[in-house]
């Protein structure tokens, strides 16, 4: 049976995204840091690299894919992924406006869900058949599927910066357990698995 499943970058000290998140730093300030280990050490962490880009659908929110900011994104703004992204699959955007479907090169098809995480998680199943569905960010949408009780796997990839603030992954998660089931790692990242117990 599929998964959900989510995968996602933080800070030594629990930051996704560095302060004062921008459309020139949609990470904020530090936040691509904490990254380096996807392009700078790609053989030594092909495992990971791959398994973020294995589900058959994506669910995301709004500044994942438009940047900061509660507003309505202009008409012509096509995300921060270019004219390829990687997903090459179905992804369900969170958020408070409506827009049509956005396909995109390569496969991948923005689809824009402003009925909750439980819909865009119905959605995103159906899409994604026996294949694992994941929740690729930001921090304040894997909050709401884990408050959920909506996740089966964390894969958290920790790097070893300190961002001091930002968008911390895990304030305000309450009745969480984990049970860590694989650690590996290399100079600029920890992975760590975790199955979520409910």
């Known amino acids: 049976m599929s998964q959900v499943t989510c995968d996602l970058t933080i800070s030594i000290d629990g930051f996704a995204a ?3 998140q921008s459309l020139t730093e949609p990470l904020g300030e530090g936040g691509e840091l904490m990254h380096r280990w996807q392009f700078e050490e790609p053989e030594s962490n092909a495992a990971e690299r791959e398994g973020i880009l294995a589900a058959g659908a994506y669910i ?3 500044n994942m894919f438009a940047g900061p900011g509660p507003g309505a994104w202009a008409e012509e703004w096509r995300g921060w992924w270019g004219e390829e992204p990687p997903y090459h699959a179905p992804v369900f955007v969170l958020t408070h406006h409506r827009r049509e479907p956005l396909e995109m090169q390569g496969g991948t098809t923005f689809n824009f869900v402003t009925d909750g995480i439980e819909s865009a998680l119905a959605q995103a199943r159906e899409a994604a058949g026996s294949k694992d569905v994941a929740v690729a960010g930001g921090a304040q949408t894997v909050r709401q599927f884990l408050s959920a009780g909506l996740i089966d796997e964390l894969r958290l990839h920790i790097a070893p910066i300190l961002l001091g603030a ?3 992954l895990l304030d305000g998660v309450a009745n969480l357990t984990l049970e860590p089931t694989e650690v590996s790692g290399t100079s600029l990242v920890t992975h760590v698995r975790y ?3 409910r």
Do not use: A, F, L, Q
């Open 18 to 20: 560095g302060p004062n």
């Open 60 to 62: 995301m929110g709004r």
């Open 166 to 168: 930002g968008e911390r």
């Open 195 to 197: 199955r979520v117990i």
